[in-house]
């Protein structure tokens, strides 16, 4: 029985990597795979999906006026729906991705993050939250060697940023992942000017 999939986890964790890797692995089995990613995504292209290890695909671009059943559709029958940068679709999106699931037995896995730089939910990242079968998560480390929760946006001085759209692409010059006692004390040392 096919399952909705939602694997987050912080910037750096290798969600992107896993996302191609397991895409990888269908295909060895000889499997077809429709690789889908949010044309807000054009970080490494706009129908390119890029790990920083150096692995990448080309995928379909699903635009956020888009329903994904038709573009499925159109694309005709796979075996399997992967999904990178999963946080970006539209809560209506993730409700048709678990249609997919639900009418054609179809598994889908979407990988993403789950919450921005301060902390909040994207709302595709929140409604898969609400219907996911499987929820993993993809853990990565803080600099202090604490779990990394954080998507700690920073600047080019690398200070922390508390303000701003939710939205910002960006990769390790825009990003840290951090634990969330990091990214206080960080926040409280740019406030006060002094070292904790």
Same mark, same amino acid.
């Given at each position: 029985?096919?399952?909705?999939?939602?694997?987050?986890?912080?910037?750096g964790?290798?969600?992107?990597?896993?996302?191609l890797?397991?895409?990888?692995n269908?295909?060895?089995?000889d499997?077809?795979?429709?690789?889908?990613k949010?044309?807000v995504?054009?970080?490494?292209?706009a129908?390119?999906?890029?790990?920083?290890?150096? /692995?990448?695909? =080309?995928?379909?671009?699903?635009?956020?006026?888009?329903?994904i /059943?038709?573009?499925y559709?159109?694309?005709?029958? =796979?075996?399997?729906?992967?999904?990178?940068?999963?946080?970006?679709?539209?809560?209506?999106?993730?409700?048709q991705?678990?249609?997919?699931?639900?009418e054609?037995?179809?598994?889908?896995?979407?990988?993403?993050?789950?919450?921005?730089?301060?902390t =909040?939910?994207?709302?595709?990242?929140?409604r898969?939250?609400?219907?996911?079968?499987? /929820?993993?998560?993809?853990k990565?480390?803080?600099?202090?060697?604490?779990?990394?929760?954080?998507?700690?946006?920073?600047?080019?001085?690398?200070?922390?940023?508390?303000?701003? #759209?939710q939205?910002?692409?960006?990769g390790?010059?825009?990003?840290?992942?951090m634990? =969330?006692?990091?990214?206080?004390?960080?926040?409280?040392?740019?406030?006060? #000017?002094?070292r904790?």
């Amino acid at each position: 029985m096919a399952k909705l999939y939602f694997k987050y986890g912080a910037m750096g964790s290798s969600k992107s990597a896993q996302a191609l890797i397991t895409k990888f692995n269908y295909e060895e089995l000889d499997m077809t795979v429709w690789l889908i990613k949010p044309s807000v995504d054009t970080r490494d292209g706009a129908d390119i999906i890029r790990s920083r290890i150096g /692995l990448e695909a =080309h995928a379909a671009v699903i635009t956020p006026e888009m329903n994904i /059943l038709q573009a499925y559709a159109e694309a005709g029958d =796979h075996d399997v729906i992967i999904a990178d940068e999963a946080q970006f679709f539209t809560p209506e999106q993730i409700d048709q991705l678990r249609e997919i699931v639900d009418e054609k037995d179809i598994p889908v896995l979407c990988f993403g993050l789950r919450t921005d730089f301060l902390t =909040h939910f994207f709302p595709g990242a929140q409604r898969l939250m609400e219907l996911a079968d499987s /929820l993993t998560e993809i853990k990565t480390v803080c600099r202090c060697g604490r779990k990394a929760t954080v998507n700690a946006r920073i600047d080019s001085e690398g200070k922390i940023v508390t303000e701003g #759209g939710q939205i910002l692409l960006g990769g390790n010059d825009s990003y840290v992942a951090m634990c =969330h006692q990091c990214w206080m004390r960080k926040i409280r040392e740019q406030k006060t #000017g002094r070292r904790e």
